[in-house]
Nanobody, 127 residues
Framework: LMSAAGVWGGLVQPGGSLRLSCETS????????MGWFRQAPGKEREFVTA????????RYADFAKGRFAISRDKARNTVYLQMNNLKPEDTAVYYC????????????????????WGKGTLVTVSS
């Protein structure tokens, strides 16, 4: 249902930038909430950012504030993640997510509320 475009297995130097994109397939699916999670090697999956078509966001994890930006093309059901000033600790598999129905802002960071997940895109930040 979700396909991740952009860079697959992307290698970026520290301080560099990368843009990920993710499109939902299926013309009848118009999610309210779209976002990104990531999972670093040996760590649990964690919330990165999310945005709702109903407003009230976007929401960012503390590590993403000031460096990452989420945007969305509602007509194309596509969500983007612009990542700037990347650090080695940003190395992870990044997953795009979507939820059909609106949910309270405080729950956006809970992976269990998401209905759909992309396959994941590996981002490696290294010199």
């Amino acid at each position: 249902l979700m396909s991740a475009a952009g860079v697959w297995g992307g290698l970026v130097q520290p301080g560099g930038s990368l843009r990920l994109s993710c499109e939902t397939s299926g013309r009848t699916f118009s999610p309210d909430l779209m976002g990104w999670f990531r999972q670093a090697p040996g760590k649990e999956r964690e919330f990165v950012t999310a945005t709702s078509s109903g407003g009230g966001g976007p929401r960012y994890a503390d590590f993403a504030k000031g460096r990452f930006a989420i945007s969305r093309d509602k007509a194309r059901n596509t969500v983007y993640l612009q990542m700037n000033n990347l650090k080695p600790e940003d190395t992870a598999v990044y997953y795009c997510t979507a939820r059909g129905r609106r949910i309270v802002f405080s729950s956006w960071s809970d992976p269990d509320v998401m209905d759909y997940w992309g396959k994941g895109t590996l981002v490696t930040v290294s010199s």
